[in-house]
């Protein structure tokens, strides 16, 4: 126990821990796309339960059951306890937060218990390591409240890492369809002009566009899903522009439902729509590479005016030197 603690308190031996942890990170991060699967035929076998999902719960409303169904995989037994024991479901979650945890693909009901447990039990794990590395491995000479500060900071960052985890998430989702839609506008059109109905035109897109953006497929396969068997046909739409979020998204979604009430033609609104998210991703390229000059700045000041001062200067040295 006195070696492990001893080289926890080493510097040396920290920094090459570290080093290792990064080496490493680095490796699995180069190795994972090469490694993962096609995720696409279980994504969608996924939609597919979704769907007969949405079937069952129609069929119940129509036989006035009043049984939703609806429903995710169940959760742990004792995160369930844990979280409606505590009522952590209105202390921790507002609609808000339930509507970013359906926007980054939790939907079921076991995604949302897992994390309400997550927010309050990571804190009190957090609390105990930083306790345990602080008074016992580290025995930093500080003030007893210096201490307690940092552990209350650690602390408090346990309870934020959910919701740090369900915003990347919805991040990297939304990119991922933001990337993808104005091509799947374009399929749309096409297969709308062609003489195809919505939900065919919706299905027939969801299994093209699925090699290019995942999300964005499972988002139009539901909807498919929703279009055949919700009795309102603007619900489904509204439901595609609340699971995503995406202000291009939404506007061809009032595009569809005012064709649907209307009964305009879709061929020149989706024409037009899906020129304005094309420029729209250009313009994100266009600013993303226009903050590229003073993000470098730091990096550059950093790691390489050093080295090339290193480099100009060592001749010099060497030489004065050897004087």
């Known amino acids: 126990m006195n070696a492990i603690i001893d080289t926890l308190r080493d510097p040396v031996a920290l920094?090459?821990?570290?080093?290792?942890?990064a080496i490493f990170?680095?490796?699995?991060?180069?190795?994972?796309?090469?490694?993962?699967?096609?995720r696409l035929p279980a994504r969608m076998r996924a939609v597919a339960d979704e769907?007969?999902?949405?079937?069952?719960?129609?069929?119940?409303?129509?036989?006035?059951e009043g049984r939703s169904s609806l429903r995710g995989k169940e959760s742990k037994?004792?995160?369930?306890?844990?979280?409606?024991?505590?009522?952590?479901?209105?202390?921790?979650?507002?609609?808000?937060g339930q509507e970013k945890l359906k926007q980054a693909g939790f939907r079921s009901e076991a995604a949302t218990t897992t994390y309400l447990f997550a927010r309050f039990v990571?804190?009190?794990g957090f609390l105990i390591m930083a306790v345990f590395y602080i008074f016992v491995v580290l025995k930093i000479d500080r003030p007893l409240p210096f201490k307690a500060g940092i552990c209350l900071v650690i602390a408090y960052a346990g309870f934020y890492l959910p919701v740090i985890i369900v915003s990347?998430?919805?991040?990297?989702?939304?990119?991922?369809?933001?990337?993808?839609?104005p091509d799947s506008l374009d399929l749309l059109l096409i297969c709308v002009e062609s003489g195809m109905s919505i939900e065919h035109a919706f299905r027939r897109v969801s299994e093209e566009i699925g090699s290019q953006s995942l999300?964005?497929?499972?988002?139009?396969?539901?909807?498919?899903?929703?279009?055949?068997?919700?009795?309102?046909?603007?619900?489904?739409?509204?439901?595609?522009?609340n699971r995503t979020g995406l202000d291009g998204v939404k506007a061809v979604c009032l595009a569809l439902i005012q064709s649907e009430r209307y009964g305009t033609p879709l061929g020149q609104t989706l024409r037009v729509l899906s020129q304005e998210n094309r420029d729209m991703r250009m313009n994100e390229a266009e600013k993303k590479a226009a903050a590229l000059p003073p993000k470098l700045t730091v990096p550059m000041i950093v790691f390489f005016l050093p080295v090339l001062f290193a480099v100009i200067m060592a001749p010099a040295i060497i030489k004065i030197s050897s004087l």
């Open 15 to 21: 920094m090459a821990i570290l080093v290792s942890l």
């Open 25 to 38: 990170a680095t490796i699995v991060s180069l190795a994972m796309p090469l490694l993962s699967g096609d």
């Open 51 to 64: 769907r007969e999902k949405i079937r069952q719960r129609e069929r119940a409303r129509l036989a006035e």
């Open 77 to 96: 037994a004792y995160m369930r306890s844990l979280v409606d024991r505590l009522s952590l479901r209105k202390a921790l979650l507002d609609d808000k």
């Open 122 to 124: 990571l804190p009190f």
């Open 168 to 181: 990347n998430a919805l991040q990297k989702r939304q990119q991922s369809i933001k990337r993808a839609f």
């Open 215 to 241: 999300p964005l497929a499972e988002e139009l396969s539901l909807t498919t899903a929703e279009l055949s068997f919700l009795s309102d046909r603007r619900q489904a739409y509204e439901n595609l522009a």
